[in-house]
């Protein structure tokens, strides 16, 4: 059975609700439409989709078996819709009023989920932060900057205009954007693909033994970072840039030399376990070393 619950006032939630079967509608004036509250009960590794058109989306993990959504709507031109079909739960923002300005469209939430959740989050603007969360995450954005902090799962975040910043994630990691900044902290993941047409890519992390690490962009900077205990075959390359290098390379099995032609480089770090590929048309690439 579906329980779908419009989450209109905290303060009218018990006096104002009509129930009718599988469905609860909860209305309010709309003087009264401020912080918004609502918990369902789940089974382990439970999927959470969050659709908000603008504002900020914050998801925390917690030791409880169930997921909380707290909303505050900026207005009451919009209403939240929170709805459970077994073990999946889906939020929606809806517009319910005609010639709303964006700004009467927001709505912020506060989720709390356990810790094996599955995440899916469309956010046009606003922003979206997620912190230790293990179960796998897609997050899709237009202008919305991301923040994902020690994760573990198969993290995918696609972006037009928004940036993402990964600390301390562990899972593999797929992201791509238009113009959108990346930020790769203190990472742990075995798999990273990035891809950003015009925007920067940083990367300071761990490069675990037959981790694959792809790292591109059309245009801006790549910087990657490294210490000297790092193990892994290099191939950087700018078409039309420029490819800046503080590393010591030896010959890798793929080139018998460690060479540099032109605006690129080849070559391996220590025994060259892990796999790293740089590339660009006309931006610049740092390989730096780690402070």
């Not at 004036?29 to 382990?44: G, I, N, S, T």
Request: hydrophobic share 40%; net charge negative.
């Amino acid at each position: 059975m579906s329980a779908l619950v419009s989450l209109r006032s905290q303060r009218n939630w018990r006096n104002a609700g009509v129930l009718v079967p599988g469905f609860l509608l909860l209305t309010a004036a709309p003087a009264l439409a401020d912080r918004l509250e609502r918990h369902f009960k789940v089974e382990p590794k439970a999927v959470v989709t969050i659709h908000n058109p603008t504002g900020m989306v914050t998801v925390r993990a917690w030791t409880k078996s169930e997921v909380m959504v707290v909303a505050q709507r900026a207005t009451d031109r919009v209403e939240v819709d929170a709805e459970q079909t077994g073990n999946r739960v889906e939020v929606v923002t809806r517009q319910i009023a005609d010639n709303s300005s964006p700004a009467d469209l927001k709505a912020d939430f506060e989720i709390s989920v356990p810790q094996d959740t599955e995440l899916q989050i469309h956010d046009d603007s606003g922003g979206v932060n997620v912190s230790n969360v293990q179960g796998d995450m897609n997050v899709e954005t237009i202008a919305a900057d991301v923040t994902i902090e020690d994760v573990g799962g198969y993290l995918t975040v696609k972006t037009v205009d928004g940036s993402l910043q990964c600390a301390r994630c562990a899972g593999r990691i797929e992201a791509s954007s238009i113009s959108g900044n990346f930020r790769f902290i203190d990472l742990r993941s075995y798999n990273v693909r990035a891809q950003t047409s015009e925007g920067n890519i940083s990367f300071n992390g761990q490069f675990l033994p037959e981790g694959i690490y792809q790292l591109k962009n059309y245009s801006g900077v790549i910087d990657v970072k490294f210490s000297p205990a790092d193990s892994f075959d290099l191939s950087a390359r700018s078409l039309k840039g420029r490819v800046n290098n503080q590393l010591t390379l030896t010959p890798s099995a793929h080139h018998h030399v460690a060479s540099r032609v032109g605006n690129a480089l080849f070559g391996s770090m220590n025994t060259g376990r892990a796999k790293v590929e740089l590339s660009s048309f006309d931006g610049t690439i740092n390989i730096l070393k780690r402070d």
